[in-house]
């Protein structure tokens, strides 16, 4: 959507890694173009699983509150218990998740590390 209006997505090479961890599992984006939410519920088809984690860009910048607390109800509808967003989520988004998701909302910064258990 760009003001309202329903506009061709032009970009055709999204690329985000779903990975089975056992019991649920996780998603790595890159930039989340085609939107956080969409790629969480084919990744959750794709390995079967709940997706519990999700770690990456999550391409929010500029996004109304109201839509970033939408994507967010989905992520949880779909069982995500915590984000981890950097690049383009964007600092309002981030602040936004961290509000909603709170102590399992992680900022990506360098230096962080994260281990995943299943
Ligand atoms: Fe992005």
Redesign the pocket.
């Known amino acids: 959507m760009d003001n309202g209006r329903l506009v061709p997505d032009t970009l055709c090479d999204e690329i985000a890694l779903a990975i089975d961890l056992g019991r649920h599992g996780l998603v790595v984006t890159g ?3 085609p939107g956080i939410d969409r790629i969480v519920e084919k990744a959750s088809t794709i390995i079967g699983k709940r997706i519990k984690y999700v770690l990456g ?1 999550l ?1 929010m910048v500029g996004l109304e509150e109201s839509r970033v607390r939408e994507i967010a109800e989905k992520l949880m509808s779909h069982g995500v218990e915590r984000v981890y967003p950097g ?2 989520t964007g600092l309002e988004a981030e602040y936004i998740l961290e509000k909603i998701y709170g102590e399992n909302c992680r900022v990506l910064r360098a230096g962080l590390k994260i281990e995943f258990h299943s």
């Open positions: 930039c989340a173009h860009g391409h690049h383009c």
